[in-house]
């Protein structure tokens, strides 16, 4: 089949190599400009270096776009982590139209960090959806699903990068095999179970050492490795990563005041929260690179006993 891929980034060039070693034409890509200050995009380097024409457009709404896409005579258009909107007039060109990745179990968690969200929710489950891109974000009829389980110590690191990544290329090849073999069922979103969540940033990885271990917990994988979950010390952000939980059975393993690192050991530091204690082994201090958490203390002068977040 001939395929147009709109996207960025690893998992577009993910994609785009996944179709053309399977023997498919990729017809054209269209990328996002680069910011100056950003890394060269992975898709638009790997486009390039096999020949493949490239877009790099401000807005895919425009005549332009419409023009471009019109050119290739795609089969199919296959929408690889885009960030930019992509109206009904250009979605519909290909002949077969368009399917869009999506890491979450559509109706729920629709929104742009619907990896970090289930995660720092607890949910148990998540997975991913392909599915037809309307004027609605995240709205349109979904072509098929995929499901994956999350661990109890799972990271989005390895939920996205080791299960949702891999998954998601293999799942648009599938749906796009179905359609342009005139196969696949479409379902409409149940909108009674819909739910949307916004960007998960800096405002919402701030850690609030008062809350329940497990709530913290789930904070800090759910927004490891971004953006990171923080505390203050010293009047700077101290981004905590790699951690375990240590749930409290009895008033005796209550350890310090809320938010107070209670032992500094050689792989770790452990601070209290309400119900246990965190157990923290990574951590980057504002400016500065990850390091361990035990280096970082001999480094700032962090004490036993030091109340975090203040």
């Given amino acids: 089949m001939r395929v147009a891929i709109i996207g960025q980034r690893d998992f577009g060039k993910a994609v785009l190599e996944a179709f053309i070693e399977r023997g498919d034409v990729v017809a054209g890509v269209f990328c996002a400009p680069e910011k100056p200050t950003e890394s060269p995009d992975p898709l638009r380097l790997a ?14 709404k425009g005549e332009e776009a419409r023009e471009a896409l019109g050119s290739l005579n795609a089969d199919i258009g296959v929408l690889a982590y885009v960030l930019q909107f992509v109206p009904q007039d250009f979605a519909t060109l290909p002949r077969h139209g368009m399917i869009q990745y999506h890491p979450s179990l559509l109706p729920l968690y629709r929104g742009p960090s619907s990896i970090n969200w289930p995660i720092i929710l607890g949910d148990t489950v998540t997975g991913l959806t392909i599915f037809r891109p309307t004027d609605g974000l995240d709205e349109g009829p979904i072509v098929l699903q995929k499901q994956t389980p999350i661990g109890p110590d799972d990271t989005v690191t390895k939920v996205y990068f080791e299960r949702l990544f891999p998954m998601g290329v293999a799942a648009l090849l599938e749906a796009a095999d179905l359609i342009v073999a005139g196969k696949s069922q479409e379902v409409a979103q149940d909108e009674a179970r819909a739910s949307y969540e916004g960007w998960c940033r800096d405002p919402e990885a ?45 008033f005796a393993q209550v350890k310090g005041k809320v938010g107070a690192v209670t032992a500094i050991g050689d792989a770790s530091m452990l601070v209290s929260t309400q119900g246990g204690q965190i157990e923290v082994f990574k951590v980057r201090y504002e400016g500065g690179k990850k390091i361990p958490a035990p280096l970082f203390c001999s480094e700032a002068g962090l004490a036993v006993g030091t109340i975090l977040g203040t």
């Avoid at 952000?237 to 951690?243: E, G, Q, S, T, V």
Wanted: proline share 7%; aromatic share 10%; charged share 15%.
């Fill in 47 to 60: 486009a390039q270096d096999r020949g493949v024409p490239v877009w790099r457009l401000p807005s895919l």
């Fill in 206 to 250: 701030s850690i609030n050492w008062h809350h329940h271990v497990s709530q913290v917990y789930n904070l800090i994988r759910g927004c490891n490795p971004a953006p990171g979950a923080w505390t203050v010390f010293n009047g700077k952000k101290l981004r905590i990563f790699d951690a375990r939980k240590h749930t409290a059975a009895t």
